[in-house]
């Protein structure tokens, strides 16, 4: 039996989280291989149409991070998300899906070792979740 | 012409001096929306079953520049006029809402918990039915009992748009996500989780739980139970509860509560 290898979206933005990874790259901070990096101009751009599509379609977990409250590019971009996240995490729990399959974190420009940490826990928590059911339904 | 005709024609031209009158009546036996002017029959006026008149109501609006419009409104048609109206989709001074209180037989069929409107013209006001069994049934179930639960159901949906199609409060037409075939493709019958979980986000600020999608749909997937969960959820979280004529939804504002600019009609 082969071990449960996850596969994850991390939605970054482009101003605060994705140059958080790159620093974290830079660094050379050790991380779990299974997150795959999307690039977004802002947190508030991730409509939660796209993580209800990508856990339907089987993705094991799915990572929202953004610019610390205050911090956004856009001003009020991040509040957007941060009001969303939730709401979409509670309809998850509503249909069945384990709500910590999404997650919502702020990560600034400055935090490589954040993003590590952040990504470290968040695929080990997957592990534990195990795979996501919704990959063996065929609709 | 029968009574309940009588009496709702003298009460919108008479009374309350609308040019337009919007009711349901009975054409060939079936139910039918019928939209009519102040000389025009009205014809065999029913309302012993739910009808949605907000939906028609919200769809031929913009093709009716002047005049008063009475509509026949019950509580859930109240709300989705207060919610439209809110978002400026219709204006308040030109609707002229007629109160018909649901009887019993009505509003147990849409599980209602309060079937009273706020001005009652027509019919008596019952008690409605506090608790759905249905969502009591689900939140006990396990995670797993519950997906495998809106599995199956879901797996019913031959994707008819009928639950966006008579949605009242479903107002950007042609601009959803969901006609978007990048989302939901041409071929996938059924549409799959993703197009419930986006239409049940769509919806958590602004559902006034009326049940036409329940009603609407082929395959009788309980849409009510799902739409009443996340209700739950938006009133347990931001404390909001839609058709509020006052208070704008929880996701268009800051943290701090200030409104974000023209975001009224952003879904």
């Known amino acids: ?139 | 012409m029968n009574d309940l005709g009588k009496k709702l024609t003298k009460m919108a031209f008479e009374d309350l001096k609308a040019d337009y009158l919007l009711v349901v009546r009975q054409e060939h036996g079936d139910l039918a929306p019928a939209f009519i002017s102040k000389d025009e029959d009205v014809g065999e006026v029913r309302f012993d079953a739910p009808y949605q008149l907000v939906t028609v109501l919200s769809r031929i609006y913009p093709h009716i520049p002047t005049g008063k419009i009475a509509i026949v409104s019950r509580k859930c048609d109240e709300l989705a006029i207060n919610e439209l109206t809110k978002r400026g989709i219709l204006d308040e001074k030109r609707i002229v809402k007629i109160g018909l209180a649901c009887d019993g037989h009505t509003a147990d069929k849409c599980r209602c918990p309060d079937p009273k409107p706020s001005k009652v013209d027509i019919g008596e006001p019952v008690k409605g039915i506090p608790e759905d069994p249905l969502v009591a049934k689900l939140m006990k179930m396990t995670l797993e009992d519950r997906l495998k639960y809106w599995v199956r159901q879901f797996k019913k949906c031959n994707k008819c748009f009928g639950c966006t199609a008579n949605c009242p409060v479903c107002f950007c037409e042609n601009q959803c996500v969901l006609g978007e075939r990048t989302l939901v493709s041409e071929k996938s019958i059924p549409p799959g989780l993703a197009f419930h979980l986006v239409r049940s986000f769509h919806m958590s600020d602004k559902c006034i739980e009326c049940g036409e999608c329940e009603r609407a749909c082929p395959g009788d997937i309980p849409l009510l139970a799902l739409r009443r969960m996340v209700h739950a959820d938006m009133k347990e979280m931001y404390k909001f509860v839609p058709g509020d004529p006052k208070t704008v939804s929880p996701l268009l504002t800051t943290l701090e509560g200030e409104v974000m600019e023209d975001e009224h009609n952003v879904c």
């Open chain 1, 1 to 139: 039996m082969t071990e449960f290898n996850p596969t994850i979206l991390a939605f970054c933005c482009n101003w605060c989280s994705y140059a958080g990874a790159d620093l974290a790259g830079v660094s050379r901070l050790q991380m779990p291989p299974n997150v795959h990096v999307i690039r977004v101009m802002c947190s508030a751009s991730v409509k939660p149409e796209y993580v209800f599509k990508a856990l339907s379609e089987g993705i094991d977990g799915v990572l929202v991070l953004g610019c610390h409250i205050g911090d956004c590019h856009y001003l009020t971009g991040n509040h957007r998300t941060a009001k969303r996240f939730p709401l979409a995490q509670k309809i998850l729990n509503d249909v069945g899906i384990d709500e910590r399959r999404l997650k919502l974190d702020w990560v600034s420009a400055a935090e490589g070792e954040k993003f590590q940490t952040v990504i470290t826990d968040f695929v080990s928590q997957i592990k534990q979740l195990g795979p996501n059911p919704l990959r063996e339904v065929r609709f």
